[in-house]
């Protein structure tokens, strides 16, 4: 489900200058010059890093005068809109702007028009631009499991053009294609020197359609000497599929699940409190207790504070919408991780680790400690009442998160214990025992000290997942103090 904005009450048009609607003469201009105030005013009042960006700062324009002409410099909204957020490249590379907030909201509830499967690119050896694609995750229903897509598979160019680091975006982003597969030929030897990529005849064609995905993509219950364990492959934070998180935990419950695998390999992302509540069902024993710490820029974060600190804190829960959590008491988790592990996914990790033993296992995650809330241009930023003439919104970073212990800012990502990567010869069956990852988290499992193993990961050159517009996403919906509006107003 998407962040719609509560209610926030707020007594003026225009937050900080109270020019709410400077005149302009230009009809043509009328839209662009509203949807860069709307920019502007919700960069203004919610941006996390608003203290570091001059542009944003309170007192920035002298005058309605002032503030007109600086908008109209700006022809194109979303360059308004980058021109404030604060380093691109290295610290904010998250917040955006869209043109259609109804495919935005289609997306963070899991729907797009997509083909149904998911890929991970890599450099052809020998080759530094030369690519291949291998098959990670085919989606149950989907038009590529119509098709007959398999994960595992290798192909080596679509519709016959081989891909390379420069046709990437342009090939992968059609509508509609053919995938020409290959094989990974290795020569008979350990070496990846003499490997080379294999062109072969058949093709798979693929068209995108409408698609909402279930992100509880596999549960299993495997038996590990006379023990159970649970698995589940989770690939969304999605707070539609809350209640049925729930009930998966609840037949973990019911089969004496003792130990559990959480595969976040793939999930980059999504709702805080669905991150929370999943937290809460691997543990269940530390109901009340601090599972993160928001901070949020200089002006939101004193007014929380001002009202209540306990606004600045989020617990684990023991229930959903009034039932009862089926918590399992663990006091160990395995999580499976990749460079798409992000954001809501990097957050479980993160909060448990105060609490539990967290094993990670893969390779390192994405690096995404800050949540946004999507805008509207309305009174209030929220949903209801936007601007009939467009449908721009944005979705700026407005919050990072700590644990309990205080440790956010992991800008290179959470390191596991054991490093493993996927290997492009054997992606092996989700779910299947003999799947490397989830292998190399059973032998943990019944090895009372095993041994941690270290490789050179294999990572690939770009995934699928770099090509959704609205992915590595933590998404909050937080209700802001009312009296918020005073301390952010100023006078001109």
Known sequence: MINKLKPILIGILCIGITFSCFEDGDDNGVFTRDINDFIWKGMNFWYLYKGDV??????????NEEYGDYLNLFSNPPDLFESLIY???????????????????????GCAIRSGFEVDFYTVPGSSTDLYGVVRLVLSGSNAEAAGLQRGQLFYGINGTPLNTSNLNTLFSADSYTMNLASYNNNGTPE???DSIIQETETVSLTKAPYCENPIFKTEILDVEGENVGYLMYNGFIADFNSQLNSVFA??????????????RYNPGGRVDSS???????????????????????????????????????????SLNGAPLNSLLLDKVYVLTTGDSASASEMLVNALNPYINVVQIGTTTEGKFQGSVTLYDSEDFGREGANPNHTYAMQPLVVKYANASGFTDFVSGLTPDIVLSENPQNYGVLGDENEPLLARALLEISMTNAPILFSEPILPYATSNKFEQFSNEMITDKELP??????LKFNK
Request: glycine share 2%; aromatic share 10%.
């Open 482 to 487: 009312k009296d918020i509006i005073k301390r």
């Open 276 to 318: 929370i509540l999943l937290a809460s069902l691997v543990t269940g024993q530390f109901t009340g207790d601090v599972h993160s710490r928001e901070q949020w820029n200089s002006e939101i974060q004193e007014a929380f504070f001002n009202q209540n600190p306990e606004n600045l804190i989020n617990r684990f829960p023991n």
């Open 251 to 264: 037949n973990f419950k019911a089969n004496n699940v003792q130990h559990l695998v959480l595969d976040l």
């Open 87 to 109: 380093q691109r490249s290295t610290v904010d590379k998250y917040s955006i702007i869209v043109t259609d907030y109804i495919a935005l909201e289609q997306q963070l509830d």
């Open 192 to 194: 990846t020197t003499d």
């Open 54 to 63: 001059p542009d944003l700062a309170n007192d920035r324009f002298s005058s």
